[in-house]
Structures are given as C-alpha cells and as structure tokens.
Nanobody, 122 residues
Framework: QVQLVESGGGLVQPGGSLTLSCAAS????????MSWYRQALGKERELVAT?????????????NYADSVKGRFTISRDNAKNTVSLQMNSLKPDDTAVYYC??????????WGQGTQVTVSS
C-alpha cells in the first residue's frame, strides 16, 4: 500500500521558518522523483521544488525550485529513511497554502500525500 504522509505544517510569522517532512512507504523510494507542490485557496496547485533520483555511489540528486522560493526553500531526501523534506526560510504570507508531497517515476506512476497546511501570518 502506497503512502505519502506529510507533517510539519502550522502557523508561522512572516520571516519565520518551517520544515515539512514526507514519509514514503509502499514503493521503491530511490526510483522516484520527489516533489513538493502547494495550493493556495482559490488558486491552482503549483510545483514548489523537485529532487531527482539519487546517482549511484554518490547519492547526488538534482534539485529544482520555483522562482518564487529560490534561495529560501531547500528540498532534500533521506534514502535510508524514505523521507523527503522541505526546509522553508524567510516565509512570506504568499507562501500560505496546503503543501503536498508527490512521487513520480519514469513510467508515469504518480502518488500524492494528503497535504499539510502552512499559514504565514502575524
């Protein structure tokens, strides 16, 4: 049974930080590109950050970010624990959204988590 379980959301003041985590199970984690998406109220879901599959021996994985979060957010994966994280710094009210964990492989299998709410407000 495939599961993606997000955690770490909450209420934070502008300029603050949060770290989201996603625990994956039920599939071969290292064969999947992992991403974080977000959906603000009344808006379409958008891609926030992606981390590729780890390279052999080095475990290096390519990352990509939406322009709106570059320099503030960092995505990482722990292949031993089957987790992916999103470190979010310098948060802005515009970052308020439900954040979703996503897994996708090269044969178009796609899995989603249930989402975790992030609210940035004073």
């Amino acid at each position: 049974q495939v599961q993606l379980v997000e955690s770490g959301g909450g209420l934070v003041q502008p300029g603050g930080s949060l770290t989201l985590s996603c625990a994956a199970s039920g599939f071969t984690f290292v064969r999947y590109v992992m991403s974080w998406y977000r959906q603000a109220l009344g808006k379409e879901r958008e891609l926030v950050a992606t981390i590729g599959t780890p390279a052999p021996y080095t475990n290096y994985a390519i990352t990509n970010y939406a322009d709106s979060v570059k320099g503030r957010f960092t995505i990482s994966r722990d292949n031993a624990k089957n987790t992916v994280s999103l470190q979010m710094n310098s948060l802005k009210p515009d970052d308020t959204a439900v954040y979703y964990c996503n897994a996708q492989n090269d044969v178009h299998n796609v899995f989603w988590g249930q989402g975790t709410q992030v609210t940035v407000s004073s």
